[in-house]
C-alpha cells in the first residue's frame, strides 16, 4: 500500500468567518490538495471531535496534534505517510510548491519572527511520532504551563502546540533579531523548560522555511508590530497568513493575493 498524503485543516469559526472559509479558502485549499496529491480533511466543530481529542486539553488549538496522537494510536497515520496541516486563516498564493517535509518535520519562521506552526508537515516515522507524543505530553503542560512570557500571559496557554515545540526545542519567546539569521535558528538557547533535543538531532530531522513561506504581517493589512521579517515583493509571497486578528473576512483581501 502507497503513503498517504493527508492536508488536514480545521475550520472552527464564528458564522461570518466560516462563511468566507467555506467560500473562499476552502475551495482554494481542495484545489492546492488535488494539485499536489493530497487527501483533503477539513474538521468542523464537531461533537465527536470535542468528545474524543479536547477532553485532555481546554483550548481547541492543540486539537491538530492531539488528533495526530490518536490517528498514531490508532494505525489511520503509518511509517511513510505526510501530514501537511494548515491554519483556516492561511491562502495559498502561489499553488506551485508542495508543502510536503523533506525531512521528518518542517515549518517556517513567520514575518513576526516565530517559529510559527501555522502551517506544519510531517513524515510519520519513529521520531515524528515520539515528536507528537512529546508535544502533546500532559506532564509536561503540567509543568510548564504556569511559566510566563515577556507579556505576563503563560506561552502554553496562548500558543498551545507551538509553546510546547518552543520548551522542546529550547527556543526562547522572542526575539528582535531574526530567527533565520542567528546561531542554529535560536534552538537550544533558552533551556529553563528542559529541551530534549541536541543540535545534531534537530538539523537532523527539521527542515526551516523562509519567511516567504509564512507572511503574517504585510503593510496596510495588519498593524506590523512585530513585523522583524520583512518582505516588499507580493510576487514573492508563497502563502498568507491572516494570524491574530487580521481581517481576513475581507473577500477582497483574499482575492487581492489570488494568482
Known sequence: MSARKILLVVARYPEEKQKIFDEYLSPRNKEYALKHGYEYIEIDNSIEIKEKILQRR???SWLNFLLYDDWIDTGEITDGDILLTLDADMFMVNMDYDFATKKSFTYAIDSGNTHCMGWHSIKINDWSKQLVKNIVSDERYKRFRHIMNH?????????????SWYSLAGIPAHSDTPFLTIP????????SQDPIYSHDELYENIEIKD???NVTE???????CYNINKLYNPEEVILRHFVSG???NNPALINNWKK
Open 58 to 60: 481546554e483550548n481547541p
Open 151 to 163: 507579556h505576563g500571559h503563560s506561552l502554553w496557554d496562548v500558543w498551545s502546540e507551538q509553546a
Open 184 to 191: 542554529h535558528f535560536g534552538w537550544l538557547s533558552d533551556t
Open 211 to 213: 519567511t516567504i513561506y
Open 218 to 224: 504585510w503593510f496596510g493589512e495588519s498593524d506590523c
Open 246 to 248: 487580521q481581517l481576513w
